[in-house]
């Protein structure tokens, strides 16, 4: 992003369905808040983004927030919610 001069224009953010954070057990559920059903880049627009927290209270807490829930919910359901999203609607 640097080198091709979009620093502070876009941010990048990376999923995938084994994502492991480098600080925790492979099993802890806080891994699956960056986890998806297919390995995947977001590319995020910093203008809209900065816009959306202007009216978000504490935003810096919210990855706190979503691993505090993911691990409230466990590694069964978190996984349970991903693999929903390979079923078919009935």
């Avoid at 492991?20 to 203008?47: C, G, K």
């Amino acid at each position: 992003m640097i080198e091709q001069g979009y620093e502070g224009i876009y941010q990048l953010a990376h999923f995938h369905p084994r994502y492991h954070f480098a600080d925790v057990a492979e099993n802890d559920a806080s891994n699956y808040t960056n986890r998806s059903p297919w390995p995947m880049l977001h590319i995020i627009r910093e203008s809209s983004l900065e816009r959306a927290l202007e009216n978000y209270p504490d935003p810096e807490s919210i990855p706190e927030r979503n691993i505090k829930l993911a691990r409230e919910k466990g590694c069964q359901h978190m996984q349970a919610m991903l693999e929903a999203c390979y079923k078919p609607p009935e």
